[in-house]
């Protein structure tokens, strides 16, 4: 069965209270209204680095179909590298990194050569990297299998991608290479979400602001359940 995933990702927000609390309320949530998601639905959340053994522990004591995935990773392995959090550091708790979001590209200063060599950590620790390319043209390092679109002009805007431009994307994207899952991301919100889904090339979404809220972020599961 193809999967629709549904990538929430936190950027640097929530204190570990407020990570316990979201928890909480998605667990009532999810009670509510776990028939109506479907089983072709995979849910990850990117909490931050400092959050995610609280949110592994959470998942499993609320039973809620969650995994885990990180917001980045040292371009290096474990060792004497001050600051930074090695692939396998995590391997036990996320299955999931992102690499070069546009904000780690802008802000941090994040190149092609450092991007590469991040991919390379997180494959080598066996998990799954979430390529973040701003454009078709942006450059793809070998053994990504999972493509993350998201253009700058709609991150957390509310002007998401016309979803037949991110299909049109997605396209360009697998004629130049086989890539296994498209996702898009950039203002997705339960209105919006369905639309996305149903255009044929887009296999997720990787909502920011919207995953911050259980009922938001549940809400977007059960209509992307309807697609
Ligand atoms: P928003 O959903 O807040 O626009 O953020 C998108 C994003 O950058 C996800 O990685």
Not at 65 to 73: E, K, N, S, T
Not at 130 to 151: L, R, S
Not at 160 to 168: F, I, Q, S
Not at 171 to 186: A, E, L, P
Request: charged share 25%.
């Amino acid at each position: 069965m193809k999967k629709k995933y549904i990538i929430g990702n936190w950027k640097s927000n929530k204190t570990s209270a407020e990570v316990e609390e979201w928890f909480i309320q998605s667990k009532d949530v999810y009670e509510r209204e776990k028939n109506s998601i479907t089983d072709d639905i995979r849910i990850i959340l990117c909490p931050s680095f400092i959050h995610l053994k609280e949110a592994h522990e959470l998942s499993r004591k609320y039973n809620l179909p969650i995994r885990l995935g990180a917001q980045d990773i040292s371009p290096f392995g474990a060792g004497a590298y001050t600051g930074e959090i090695a692939a396998s550091q995590i391997a036990d708790l996320v299955e999931y990194v992102i690499i070069g979001h546009s904000e780690r590209r802008t802000f941090l200063g994040e190149n092609e050569t450092l991007l590469t060599q991040k991919t390379e950590q997180v494959l080598k620790a066996k998990l799954i990297p979430i390529y973040c390319i701003q454009d078709e043209k942006t450059p793809i390092p070998e053994g990504i299998a999972m493509v993350a679109y998201e253009p700058v002009f709609a991150i957390g805007t509310g002007q998401a991608e016309t979803p037949a431009k991110a299909n049109e994307i997605a396209q360009k994207v697998r004629q130049k290479r086989k890539v296994d899952t498209f996702i898009y991301g950039g203002s997705v919100n339960p209105d919006n979400i369905e639309s996305f889904l149903t255009l044929g090339e887009i296999d997720g979404v990787l909502p920011g602001g919207a995953s911050l809220t259980p009922a938001l972020f549940w809400e977007m599961i059960r209509n992307a359940s309807r697609t």
